[in-house]
């Protein structure tokens, strides 16, 4: 069955429903497959993530067991 073909298939079974809590339940899925939380980062916080990737990549990090190690000492 090809996109469009599922597509319609979907929308006659959406028009049954009868349920409130399985609407509210389409639209999260539908919203959350439409939106994704990279969309909402401003430009500074971009350039933030982006340096910070760049860094990773020059091995400019430290390893979760450094900080742990560092840290010890306060637990």
Known sequence: MNLEARK???IQELV???DERVLE??????K???NDWY???SESEI???QS??????????SSHEEVM?????WH
């Open 69 to 73: 190690k560092r840290f010890l000492k």
């Open 47 to 49: 350039e933030e993530i």
């Open 32 to 34: 959350a497959n439409q």
């Open 52 to 61: 910070g990737l760049d860094q990773a990549e020059k091995g400019e990090f």
């Open 25 to 30: 339940k389409l639209e999260l899925v539908l």
């Open 16 to 18: 049954k429903v009868d």
């Open 8 to 10: 319609y298939q979907f």
């Open 39 to 41: 969309d909402d980062l």
